[in-house]
């Protein structure tokens, strides 16, 4: 174990490959070539079309030991994965390395697939149930490790994750692999996530429910990525994409969040024609966009573009001309689908040109950004991945990239969830550090990272709530008895990268209370 | 006595207290979380029980969702008392003391359902002037007796800016409110349907009274009386003379149209507003107007609380802290008469210097009326301010 300069402790090693400790958010740059990518040759020319999942596993040579990799589109409502796993099992393939974007309830059934051993190390988000069984310890064969949007296109491109067979789902799929997640019956979006995964898998499948005339255009995965199309009867639900977070608060302390956010981006100095900001697809940060639209028309500002998961509320803004452009990350409901087949407005970038770690990406293009946390500490330091009680539960999202990005990071958050403080002495893990978030807004008034005099200048010449967050920390616990802290062990359950390939933080077993 | 005595809800912010009698007093907590959460759940039900002597042995489940310490501690109280009815209250020992300004900022006066945590957590916080617990309409009488138990909990741990609890009519449940309410030590007590000198007086005979049993500085808490009635308007005068302890007078157009047969439009109501204005004033007290209803209609509020500020009214109350900053923005003097008012001030205080009599700007005449007004409107400002940087 070594300690990183966030004073984290961080393992020296995960599986054969070494772990470097986080040194910084822009210390470690980009150094010699990319890795390098497979030649690809169909040998059935014509066609690859298979109609089998354990046909195609025999195909491409899936063999024990193995990373396999998926995209999450369809979130709660994905079929792939669990198709694909159940496939493996009946080959009886062991020690899979499962790299899929991110994992979700409906993904439940990769518990089993743990304990039968066909899986037994996973990189990448897991969201609910699968992180809960993790977090107990001592069910993987080595730490999982979890990477922002932008940290896992790099991990693909500077070889420290090589993917040997990557299952794509497509809602429509031509014979030579040309394929789309906007068009077809069941689509799930445009496929962002899995440009890197097609280019630099060793082989490429494309699992579809829709066979279409050759060409698929525009496709989001090119013929020449692909390896075979595999057709399916179901691929997913795309009625679950949309999620119960993605509803505009109801609650009046919710709504004051927003509504100080929303004045946080007013009041920033940014906010002039031409703008940016990332909206958010929780509750708050939902109301919090929609108040910021009221303001621009209110003001006559047009932005130049809107980022992020796409929702109605933003295809309305597009629609209504409050931006330019609006730049999709991902599709969170039918509408951001069905916008993207007609409005040349909504520009779907893949998430290399979103967020890679190149110093150039479209984060670094944002004014402001409203970001979401778990928990916030006294250093603004942020945990999205932790619960309070030390169980791994949610995935990096955009976070740090958006976080380190934007040029206004705020960052939303009741006080207390529950009795559970949310501004806690030191965030149970570290996701995205301090130094790269500029704002904390809460129901009890706004925090302004030391490091921005200028933004709290103008907050305050504005009349804005703006507090000490040891202050707004105290008072919150002033309603709540203290609550006890995990106590840790020295297991490994999680390493956290930061966006360069770093390790920014450990998760470790929770052995007790204190 | 019954075997189970069951307070409180399974809602989220809430918590469900059962007592049980029982050999040996125990305590049993129900969370998420529990190793987290239990241990300060447990000492808050202790706290409680410390305060209530002589409480017999009894069995204590407490299942929390996500509640905050004062729902906690009042469930159980109201819980135990129930159980037990031979049991006093207990004093939250939180609160300071404290006397605010009779003529304090009171745009706004934000209305809190008393018996619904979900709606009163951070209520104190969406930057109303004052909070308005209620114990009153939006109460069932089957659940007063835990209501006016949570508010009372709720004043002791919360930093209001300025928090008063509206009551039920003395002739219904008032007698009981007050007594249990007052160890919270609200800055004022909101009575409904005011009608005459006598309530007024009543109440504050009893605030007195109670006052005195609790060791709070006599005449500290405040009288708002609410005019709602027909009678109540004709009585104005009477209501807002009545006694030092009324600081403002709240006008309540719902029960008023009720009662006289009218529909709510300005015309109907403008010879109430117009009356309460004139004997808040001929009184030296504040005036504050009734709520707009239509959470939806942002224009309406804002031109029914233009023509409210136009009439003398001083506030209005609100039903969403939504309605808070439109409200607010209405009262609050523009800069532009801000910049207006400090130049009258200051032309008239040179010809003061000077020793002139007849004082001109702009070729307008400032006599008393327009220099009070414009100190009215730096004082306004000035208020204003010391809001924003608290």
């Given amino acids: 174990m070594k300690k990183n300069a966030m004073g984290r402790m961080v393992p020296d090693k995960i599986g054969d490959r070494i772990v470097t400790p986080y040194e910084g958010i822009y210390t470690r740059r980009p150094e010699g070539r990319k890795a390098a990518r497979w030649q690809r040759f169909t040998d059935n020319q014509g066609s690859k079309v298979l109609h089998s999942i354990d046909e195609t596993i025999d195909r491409v040579g899936l063999k024990d030991g193995m990373t396999i990799s998926f995209h999450h589109l369809f979130r709660d409502g994905d079929y792939v994965i669990n198709q694909v796993l159940d496939a493996c099992a009946r080959k009886g393939l062991k020690g899979l390395r499962l790299f899929s974007t991110a994992l979700f309830p409906v993904h439940k059934p990769v518990i089993d697939h743990i304990k039968s ?15 809960a069984y993790v977090s107990q310890g001592g069910v993987l064969a080595q730490p999982a490790v979890l990477r922002s949007h932008g940290g896992r296109w790099r991990a693909v491109e500077a070889g420290d994750v090589e993917i040997d067979v990557a299952f794509l789902a497509a809602s429509q799929a031509d014979v030579m692999g040309n394929a789309t997640g906007v068009f077809g019956k069941t689509p799930c979006g445009y496929m962002t996530y899995s440009g890197v995964d097609a280019q630099y898998a060793r082989k490429t499948v494309v699992i579809t429910n829709e066979l279409a005339p050759y060409p698929v255009f525009p496709f989001d995965i090119q013929q020449g990525w692909t390896d075979y199309v595999c057709v399916v009867d179901e691929i997913g639900d795309p009625d679950s994409i949309a999620s119960g977070t993605l509803q505009i608060t109801k609650s009046p302390t919710r709504l004051h969040i927003a509504r100080l956010a929303a004045e946080a981006v007013k009041y920033s100095g940014y906010f002039k024609d031409g703008f940016s900001f990332q909206g958010g697809a929780g509750g708050i940060s939902l109301a919090a966009t929609k108040m910021i639209g009221e303001e621009m028309k209110r003001a006559g500002i ?32 039918r509408w951001a689908i069905e916008s993207l087949q007609k409005d040349p407005g909504h520009a779907p970038i893949d998430v290399g040109t979103y967020a890679n770690y190149d110093g150039a990406c479209a984060t670094a293009m944002l004014d402001a950004a409203f970001l979401g946390a778990t928990e916030v500490d006294l250093d603004f330091n942020v945990n999205v991945n932790t619960h309070s009680d030390g169980r791994l539960l949610h995935g990096i999202g955009g976070h740090q990239d958006v976080a380190h990005g934007a040029s206004v990071a705020i960052v939303t958050i009741p006080t207390l969830r529950g009795r559970m403080p949310v501004i806690v002495d030191e965030v149970t893990t570290i996701t995205t550090p301090g130094e790269v978030i500029d704002v904390i807004v809460t129901e009890r008034g706004i925090a302004v990272n030391p490091r921005q005099p200028e933004l709290k200048d103008r907050f305050i010449k504005a009349g804005l709530p703006v507090k000490e967050l040891a202050d707004i920390k105290a008072e919150a616990e002033r309603l ?4 006890k802290t995990p ?24 052995e007790g209370w204190k | 006595m019954s075997a189970q005595t069951i307070v409180g809800a399974l809602d989220k912010g809430d918590c469900r ?14 969370t998420k979380a529990s190793e987290m959460l239990a241990e300060g759940i447990e000492a808050v039900v202790q706290g409680v029980i410390d305060n209530l002597p002589g409480l017999s042995p009894c069995h204590i489940l407490v299942e929390e969702f996500g509640s905050l310490d004062y729902v906690i501690g009042a469930r159980t109280e109201t819980a135990l008392r129930r159980a037990f009815p031979a049991l006093g209250s207990t004093t939250p020992s939180t609160t300071p003391h404290r006397e605010l300004p009779r003529d304090r900022l009171r ?12 709606l009163l957590v951070g209520c104190e916080l969406h930057g109303a002037d004052v909070v308005l617990l209620d114990l009153e309409d939006s109460v069932p009488p089957v659940a007063k007796g ?34 249990e309410v007052l160890r919270g030590r609200p800055d004022g007590i909101c009575l409904p349907k005011a009608e005459g000198k006598g309530g007024i007086q009543q109440l504050s005979e009893l605030l007195a009274k109670t006052e005195k049993e609790l060791g709070i500085p006599e005449g500290t808490t405040k009288i708002i009386p609410i005019v709602e009635t027909a009678r109540g308007v004709l009585r104005a005068d009477e209501i807002a003379g009545a006694d030092e302890r009324v600081i403002q007078m709240a006008f309540g157009a719902e029960d008023y149209t009720r009662d006289v047969g009218a529909s709510r439009t300005w015309d109907a109501l403008l010879y109430a507003r117009s009356a309460i204005v004139a004997a808040c004033k001929a009184n030296r007290i504040q005036a504050s107007d009734t709520v707009f209803s239509d959470l939806e209609d942002e224009e309406g509020l804002v031109t029914e609380t233009r023509q409210a500020k136009s009439l003398g009214f001083d506030g209005k109350g609100v039903i969403n802290p939504r309605q808070v900053a439109p409200i607010h923005k209405v009262f609050d003097p523009t800069p532009a008469e801000i910049e207006y008012a400090r130049k009258v001030v200051e032309v008239a205080e040179e010809a003061q210097r000077k020793g002139l009599g007849a004082i001109a700007m702009g070729g307008k005449m400032i006599d008393q009326p327009v220099l009070e007004r414009a100190r009215r409107i730096l004082k306004l400002a000035s208020m204003m301010r010391q809001e924003v940087t608290k």
């Fill in chain 1, 302 to 333: 047009v932005a130049n573009f809107i980022m992020g998961g796409v929702t109605k509320l933003l295809i309305d803004q597009l629609n209504d001309g409050l931006c330019r452009k609006l730049m999709h990350g991902q599709a969170f409901d």
């Fill in chain 1, 480 to 483: 709540v008895q203290p609550v």
């Fill in chain 2, 146 to 179: 835990e209501a006016r138990i949570l508010v009372k909990h709720m004043l002791g741990m919360v930093d209001f800016p300025e928090v008063w609890v509206r009551i039920n009519p003395l002739n219904t449940y008032g007698l009981e409110d007050i007594p």
């Fill in chain 1, 487 to 510: 106590v840790f062990g020295d297991e490994v359950i999680a390493v956290i990268e930061w966006v360069d390939g770093s390790a920014i933080d450990s998760v470790f077993k929770v």
């Fill in chain 2, 17 to 30: 207290v059962t007592v049980t009698p029982d050999s040996t007093l125990k305590i049993e907590i129900k």
């Fill in chain 2, 107 to 118: 745009r706004t006066r934000l209305y809190c359902p008393g018996n619904n945590p979900r």
């Fill in chain 1, 117 to 131: 051993g066909l899986i037994d190390r996973i990189e990448g988000s897991m969201n609910g149930p699968v992180g």
